[in-house]
């Protein structure tokens, strides 16, 4: 099978430290790296000395489309869509950085364009591929808790993700490059997790946010909101205040719970539920996902492999750009939210919202999970030391 060609515009830290090496792994080509910065395009050329450099978007479009079967955008989000729009314009697949727009308005008319070209758009939604998140999926595909009624999501972070210092540092505290704070930073990677759990798209959020007024930003550190599922509820709370790199997440459905912090599953199943006392059966996992390292490198692995999927399937627009359309729709509502004191905002086409297929990630079933302490029995499963059963009593029903 032919290797496809690619370009990545914006040579950042997610590009040179996650895909960059996720390319050497794959079989895609890198042929062609664009950034606006001198001194980014320098160390591009370093890095990858076979790729042709250019210092725009659209010297390289001009130059490589004939060459190119995709671009991989990232840059900061406030070139997204334009850059997107062009590649489409240009016959080209695109693979898209989180969030895949700052508007709504963006990223329905890349869908439509995608849909109109006949060109996969794939946001790089590489949350999912985390091997903790993975083995989670495979929980709830196993039906093991039951149906997922309730989630919670934190994230944790102790500053704002920095950008190279060549360019912009701190873009992400300036609105005009990042089009918000946390919750257009990190709400992406919260909300698709939260669809995939609940099955359904959201109806309806209300948020509140706040920035410390010593940071002078113009955009938002700390964000919380409790957010609507035909299927469920979710609530969310992201801060880059926090003492402590971490995600911590609970899902809940009707026969028992899992509790995810960075490597650490634990699930727990009931044992009868009109029992006196309830009881639970609870086991606990590590699962080494490399969550202190943010370029999260090996699930951009089995991102461009579903990338490629895409294109082999011609599945231009198909559930992970959907979410990602929804993952941009629910930001901009939580912010107007926020901004009308915390009024309840209805999504458009919530009620047009069908219960989902399964998501695409859990087709991926030959999952390499590797826990820290045990052995895997090929089904992402620890055994021996890796596991840890005991039981939990409850105090009432
Ligand atoms: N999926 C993830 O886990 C993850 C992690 C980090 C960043 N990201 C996303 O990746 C994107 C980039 O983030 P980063 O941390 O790498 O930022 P960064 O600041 O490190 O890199 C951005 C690069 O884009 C270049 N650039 C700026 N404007 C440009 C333009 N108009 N054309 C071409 N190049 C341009 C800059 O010179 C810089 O080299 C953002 O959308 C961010 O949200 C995703």
Redesign the pocket.
Known sequence: MRRLQGAL???????EK?HLPAYQAASLDLIAI????AA?RELAHAAFPNARIYD??EALIAAEARNLDFVDI????Y??AK?AHAALDAGLHVLC???MAVTTDEARSMIEHALRAKRVLFP?H??KHAPVIRAVAKVLDEGRIGKVHHVTLDTFRNTH????K????S?RREKKFSGGGIAM?HGS?TFYLAFDWLQSYPTSITAKMSTAAETGYDTEDTFSAHIQFPTGTAVAQLTWRAGIRKVIYTIHGEKGAIRVEDDDVEVSVMGDPNGKPVTWKVTEEKIASDWMD???TI?FRSLFERFQAAIDTHDYAGKDAQDALRCVELINAAYASAADQSRERVLSGSDAAPPLAPPSVRNVRNINVKPVNGRTNGNGHANGNGVNEHKKASLGS
Not at 9 to 15: L, Q, R
Not at 74 to 77: E, K, L, N
Request: charge should be negative; hydrophobic fraction near 35%.
């Open positions: 515009i914006g040579f950042g830290f997610i590009a996650g664009a950034d606006t910065n980014r725009g978007h990232a840059t900061p989000p070139m997204h850059i950085e989180k969030p790089s590489n949350y993700a920095r950008g190279v060549e360019w912009r540092e873009w930073d990677h943010a370029s999260h699930w």
